[in-house]
């Protein structure tokens, strides 16, 4: 026993649970054999040299898991119900010994996940946590901590969230977007990437045929790719998604859904004009197939009035609308909310309900009430303001310090600036070299992996101060 048992008594893990794991591995190893009797605690404590305690600690954590077994007058045994027959069957090849079944992450998920810890970064297009309304969400989330009765609040929820978020959403939505809709029609998420998994879960089987945009999100694209859907590209101009072409595409395919972000094109941030929005409902009516419309900064238009979401026309429920407060607060907050028909939300809410019980219910009662109180529109129009600012002002200093090295056409919404590098510049190296200067900025290949020719990238500047924009564009210009 004292070869055994090896105590080493300045590991974290403490000296009871060390004896206990090192009793089974040698049960279960067959060195120790069903039926034996162990020395009593004593005898084992003076073996060991420690506390008769700490052995009695070891002995009844191992009685309590089914290792052990006390015979009454007789003494403390391996329980006889681990047999020849048990132990047999653990003992494996020394080859396969003690693993399971080689895992190969598919071709399709490998892609890299930049987390930005740079001082100075041109991101996707996110938001300046310095500018969201923390304070008052911290208010609001201690309430909805402590006020009222908090069984229903620490209790499981609605899978489709909080219907108190739920009836101030529907409200938001029509006063902002036009949308008239109950709170059935609305199912709290975590994000637009979530709406996106259940709405494939719900209505896209594998082999299914879908349509994307050529340019697109690419965590849409994987995700179709991933539950075994056809991706057709419908080509991109400089009114976004060609619906023209849409057109000659679904005489050659039975599309079962397209997905778009006809407010701000993405990655190009162009506006699809009402004439094709028109176009792209009717074609969705005529061949039967669902929009999966994602308005992922819907709010952050320039230039005048953002454009009506598809979903507030007539679509006939072929169209399933996706939004985020990702934008408007931060990404660090996963809340988002995906509107359509009341069936066909209760449909994703129940595949919902098989990966994710419900959301966070607090935070969803907090950004209720900053919606009620109108905290959250009060700090998106102050906002806006800055973040146009903050776009004129990279215009300018992308003109002025870098004119022959790239071009763009200023956007008239969002929160990045398509960017268009010379040929003779590789983005990739330039961004590799760039970080080692503190600066974070997409090498462009996540937006165009697959039609590289084009060296475009996507340079965020509603994170950034002025003063850091200028810092960027600085290194930049060193660099090239």
């Not at 129009?381 to 870098?402: A, C, D, G, P």
């Amino acid at each position: 026993m004292v070869e055994l048992i090896n105590i080493d008594k300045e590991n974290e893990k403490p000296v009871f649970r060390q004896i206990a794991d090192q009793l089974i591995e040698n049960i279960q190893a067959g060195t120790i054999r069903a039926g034996a009797k162990l020395p009593g605690s004593r005898k084992l404590a003076e073996l060991w040299g420690v506390h008769r305690k700490t052995v009695l600690a070891a002995l009844d954590e191992l009685i309590n898991q089914g290792w052990l077994e006390t015979k009454p007058g007789s003494g403390t045994f391996i329980a006889m119900k681990i047999g020849a027959e048990s132990i047999t069957e653990l003992q494996v090849s020394e080859e396969n010994k003690g693993k399971a079944a080689k895992v190969e992450v598919p071709q399709i998920l490998k892609r890299n996940l930049h987390l930005t810890k740079e001082k100075y970064h041109l991101d996707d297009g996110l938001p300046d946590p310095r500018l969201a309304p923390v304070s008052e969400l911290s208010r609001a989330y201690k309430t909805a901590l402590t006020a009222g009765n908090l069984y229903p609040k620490y209790t499981y929820a609605d899978t489709k969230g909080h219907l108190y978020l739920r009836e101030v959403l529907a409200d938001y939505l029509l006063k902002t977007r036009a949308l008239e809709v109950s709170p059935e029609q609305i199912m709290i998420t975590r994000g637009v990437t979530q709406a996106v998994y259940l709405a494939i879960q719900a209505f896209v089987s594998k082999g299914d045929t879908v349509a994307m945009p050529q340019l697109n999100w690419s965590s849409a694209e994987i995700n179709f790719k991933y539950h075994g859907a056809t991706v057709v590209n419908v080509r991109v101009d400089k009114e976004g998604l060609d619906v023209e072409h849409l057109e000659e595409l679904c005489q050659e395919h039975k599309f079962k859904m397209l997905y778009v972000t006809p407010h701000h094109q993405y990655p190009t941030t162009v506006i699809m004009p009402a004439y094709r929005r028109v176009k792209l409902v009717q074609l969705a009516r005529k061949y039967g197939f669902y929009i999966f419309e994602d308005d992922y900064d819907y709010d952050f238009h320039y230039t005048s009035h953002p454009i009506m979401p598809l979903a507030s026309t007539n679509h006939g429920d072929f169209v399933l609308y996706a939004g985020s407060f990702t934008k408007s607060i931060s990404p660090v907050f996963r809340l988002g909310y995906l509107v359509a028909h009341k069936d066909q939300i209760d449909l994703m809410s129940r595949v919902r309900r098989l990966v994710d019980r419900q959301g966070d219910t607090l935070l969803e009662l907090a950004v209720a009430e900053l919606l009620k109180l109108g905290i959250v529109q009060r700090y998106l129009r102050k906002n806006k303001k800055i973040y146009e600012q903050r776009r004129n002002y990279f215009s300018e200093l992308l003109t002025e310090q870098l004119d022959g090295c790239l071009n763009f056409e200023k956007p008239m919404g969002g929160m990045s600036i398509w960017t268009k590098f010379n040929d003779d510049i590789d983005l990739i190296k330039l961004a590799e070299r760039a970080l080692k200067k503190d600066l974070y900025f997409s090498d462009g290949n996540q937006h165009c992996g697959s039609y590289p020719g084009l060296n475009s990238t996507r340079l965020g500047f509603a994170s950034s101060t002025e003063e850091e924009l200028e810092t960027a564009v600085k290194i930049l210009k060193s660099l090239i």
